[in-house]
């Protein structure tokens, strides 16, 4: 089966750096994927993406030396084994808030015994190869996201999950949660603390953690905190950005 650089990078003690995709094309999700990146996550929760685009994303992302994840929509075993039978190698679910919640997602997303995901690996078999089911339960990485107050309280007994491979820290929702507003990079003291703490947990667990951050800076800085799957924003948010910077040049006073 073919390895998931996501696990490629963690077993050599480096963080993976994923790129987000809210565009829902496959175009821009080849050019995404051509950059650089570990791996590259389709966002199907928040983004202008449905299933039939997905699937046209992932078979962009084949060609190119990025890995494929999805964020899912919710915990809908049907959506998430829908995106692993069409090649994603990596499923990120939003709202987990309890072990029963974290123990649901890797029911979903595992073959038996680990799981019951039924089987039907479409794409996957021509993504991953003929060996896929045989390396799946092992190759397909599953994070549960950590987002609320409720989740943060139970953060100990999701990591302690069996078949979960980490936890992914959504600081705007957090921060939201704690009527701290929605940063992607946190500067409140009781914020911060919550997500350092998932951190600490995750890793004592001998779990991964990951996040989503506003620039390759501060993904940087999370790398060094320990985060170990670091995401320095989405198409939409850079490209927002490179356009206000362009057209704020373009506009410039020569003199």
């Not at 964020?71 to 692993?84: D, N, Q, T, Y």
């Not at 089987?119 to 078999?125: I, K, S, T, V, Y």
């Not at 957090?174 to 911060?192: A, N, R, Y």
């Not at 995401?231 to 373009?250: F, M, T």
């Amino acid at each position: 089966m073919r390895s998931n650089k996501v696990r490629d990078c963690w077993a050599k003690g480096s963080a993976a750096v994923s790129g987000w995709l809210s565009i829902g094309n496959s175009y821009s999700a080849e050019i995404v994927g051509m950059s650089g990146f570990d791996a590259v996550t389709i966002d199907l929760q928040h983004a202008m993406t449905d299933i039939q685009t997905m699937i046209t994303m992932l078979q962009a992302l084949s060609a190119t030396p990025a890995v494929p994840f999805v964020r899912v929509p919710g915990l809908e075993p049907s959506v998430i084994m829908k995106a692993l039978d069409a090649g994603s190698y990596g499923i990120i679910c939003p709202l987990i808030n309890s072990a029963a919640e974290a123990q649901a997602l890797v029911a979903a997303s595992s073959y038996p015994p680990l799981g019951g995901r039924s089987f039907g690996p479409a794409r996957a078999l021509l993504y991953g190869g003929e060996d896929y089911a045989e390396h799946a339960n092992a190759t397909v990485v599953r994070f549960a996201m950590i987002e609320t107050r409720e989740g943060l309280a139970a953060v100990e007994a999701i990591c302690a999950v069996e078949g979960l491979d980490g936890i992914y820290v959504g600081p705007s929702d957090l921060g939201l949660s704690f009527g701290k507003g929605t940063s992607t990079d946190p500067t409140d003291p009781e914020v911060c603390e919550a997500m350092l703490h998932c951190l600490r947990v995750a890793k004592a667990a001998g779990k991964h953690a990951g996040l989503f951050c506003p620039s390759g800076a501060v993904a940087a800085r999370r790398a060094r905190e320990g985060f170990d799957f670091v995401v320095p924003g989405s198409d939409v948010n850079l490209l927002k950005r490179v356009l206000a910077e362009e057209l704020a040049q373009a506009r410039a006073n020569p003199s």
